[in-house]
C-alpha cells in the first residue's frame, strides 16, 4: 500500500432519459481522502510563487502566496502576511485564515491577503514576507518578495471620525447614517482618536460552520484596549445583505473579529425589518460584518451539499448490504 494519503473523487448522476428535448442531469462529485494505517505521513510543502498587485492609491494591495503540498498526505494550512517598509517598520500584519479544505499532495493552493494600511505608505520600496504554516502553527515554509511604491499610496478613506473623550457621550458614524456607532458618556477612560472605515470583504476571516457571509462589514481602528461601558453598533443592512439571507432578515446578525483571540463573536443582535438595521451592544471594537445564520424553521429549505452526499452514500451502501443480505439468504434456501 506504500505510505500517505490516496485519494478519489465519488460522482453520482442522475441517468439521462432517452427522448427528444434537453436533458437535465443533477450530479454531485464527493472528495474521498484516505490515510494508510501506521505509515509514515509527510507533511511538507513550499511557496513557489508570491506576488503583489499594483500599489495605487485607493483600493487595498492584493497579496497572493501560491503554495504546494510536497510530502505524501493531505492538510489543511493558514499564513501570515507582513509588509515592511525600507527602514524595517512593521506596516501592516495580516492573517490568512485556516483553508476550509485540505491540499492534497503535488497540489497547490492560492493563497490571498489583502493589505490595507491605516495610512499614506510613502514612494519606496517595501518587503512583503509571507509564511505558511499548519494548523497547530508548525511553519511550512517562508518567502519574501519586494514591491514599489511609485507614487505615495493613499489607503481608502476614513468614513467616519471623532475624539472620544470621558466627560461626554459621541457617536461616531458613516455620513449616509449606514453605521452609527453610539458611545456612552465614560466609555472611555482617556481621550482617543477613533475612525471609521469600510473593510474588504474578501480579507475577513472564516466564519464558524454555519455562517455566512453577508457583503456589509467596516473596521474600527483606535481602540486597542475593551471600553469601560458598552457602545452600541447600529446597521442599515442592505439588499445584498437580505439577499444573501433568502430575503428572511430575521437571519441576519451584527458578529465580531476578535483580532488578540483570533476568534468570531457572535453578538446578541436586535432586527428592525422596518427600518433595515441591526442592533447590538459591545465593549470591544474591531472587525465587524454582517452574516447570515442559519433558518429558524427547522424545515427551512437549506441543506448543505457535504450532507446531501453523506445521505446519498449511506443510502447506497444500505441498499448494497440489504441486497447482498437477500442473496445470502437465497442461497441457503437452495
Known sequence: MGAGGRYAIISIATKPTAGPGVNIISAIAVPVYLTVTGSQLIHTGKIIELSVGEAESGPPLHITTIFQNTGNHHYKVKGQVSVVNAQGQVMGNITIPLTTSSIVPEMARQLKAIFMPSGELAAGTYTVYSKVMLEDGSILDQANTTFEVKKAYVPPPAVGNITLTPASASALKTDDDQISISFPQGAAVMPVDISLRYYP?????????????????????????????????????????????????????????????????????????????????????????VVVGAPASPGASWVAPVAIAAGVIVLALLVLLLARARKRQRRQAK
Open 201 to 289: 470583504v474578501g480579507q475577513l476571516p472564516a466564519l464558524p460552520e454555519g455562517i455566512s457571509l453577508g457583503t456589509t462589514c467596516f473596521r474600527v481602528d483606535g481602540l486597542t484596549g475593551l471600553l469601560a461601558k458598552e457602545a452600541t453598533v447600529t446597521v442599515k443592512y442592505s439588499a445584498d445583505d437580505l439577499d444573501k439571507a433568502g430575503g428572511d432578515a430575521s437571519r441576519l446578525r451584527l458578529a465580531r473579529w476578535d483580532e488578540g483571540n483570533n476568534q468570531w463573536t457572535l453578538l446578541k443582535t436586535t432586527v428592525e425589518a422596518g427600518s433595515m438595521t441591526l442592533s447590538a451592544s459591545s465593549n470591544q471594537m474591531s472587525i465587524w460584518a
